[in-house]
């Protein structure tokens, strides 16, 4: 499979959504490199601290906002855990 095909498919996607701002492309560019590092998986599980990370956000309520608006409009599927010892699921549309 092409690695660079969900980043381009998200981007033609968004082409015309104008409820997607840079910090949800940094952060749904974050979760595909942290896919991409897990060897493709679907769902991956993680962490907020290492998205963050990645994707060079400091506020924990951006993180979940963005996750949160990207899993309404349907670019992913977040299922949170509230188990600090367990990553949220995030599953990506094949």
Same mark, same amino acid.
């Given at each position: 499979?092409?690695? =660079?095909?969900?980043? $381009?498919? @998200? /981007?033609?996607?968004? #082409? ?5 701002? &840079?910090?949800?492309?940094? &952060? %749904? ?6 896919? &991409?590092?897990?060897? /493709? ?5 993680? @962490?907020?601290? +290492? ?6 956000? $400091?506020?924990?309520?951006? @993180?979940?906002?963005?996750?949160? +608006?990207? $899993? *309404? %409009?349907?670019?992913?599927? %977040? #299922?949170? =855990? /509230?188990?600090?010892? *367990?990553? =949220?699921?995030? %599953? @990506?549309?094949?």
């Amino acid at each position: 499979m092409d690695r =660079s095909k969900p980043l $381009s498919d @998200f /981007f033609t996607a968004i #082409e015309k959504d104008g409820r997607i701002g &840079i910090t949800h492309i940094g &952060i %749904y560019a974050a979760l595909l490199k942290y896919r &991409i590092d897990k060897g /493709f998986v679907n769902p991956i599980y993680v @962490f907020r601290r +290492d998205i963050m990370h990645i994707a060079k956000i $400091s506020w924990p309520n951006t @993180f979940y906002k963005c996750v949160n +608006d990207l $899993s *309404e %409009y349907g670019y992913i599927k %977040y #299922e949170a =855990s /509230f188990n600090k010892n *367990e990553g =949220s699921r995030i %599953y @990506f549309p094949d």
